[in-house]
């Protein structure tokens, strides 16, 4: 695989979208890039990799700070991040 095989992957990862799911009780809110985007309690939305990698980890942290100690972050990423 040459550089511009690598460059050809990368882009084709950024430009798919990955569905993320708020398990939270509470619309969940997060600005990117100076944009504010919302995914609405108990529902999904799609979002290109980029941005869904980034809300994904503040919504995984959202949603453990509302479990007991110890909640599996795993457990909680299985749950926000959908295909």
Known sequence: MDIIDL?????????KNIY??????TDFTWKYD????????QEGK???????NHL????V?????????GYSRKKAEKLVFSE
């Open 7 to 15: 460059e050809r992957q990368s882009e084709s990862k950024a430009d």
């Open 20 to 25: 993320l799911y708020n398990p939270l009780k």
């Open 34 to 41: 100076g944009v504010e985007y919302s995914i609405p309690s």
């Open 46 to 52: 799609s979002f290109k990799t980029l941005l869904a």
């Open 56 to 59: 994904g980890k503040h919504l």
């Open 61 to 69: 942290d959202a949603y453990i700070n509302t479990k007991k100690q």
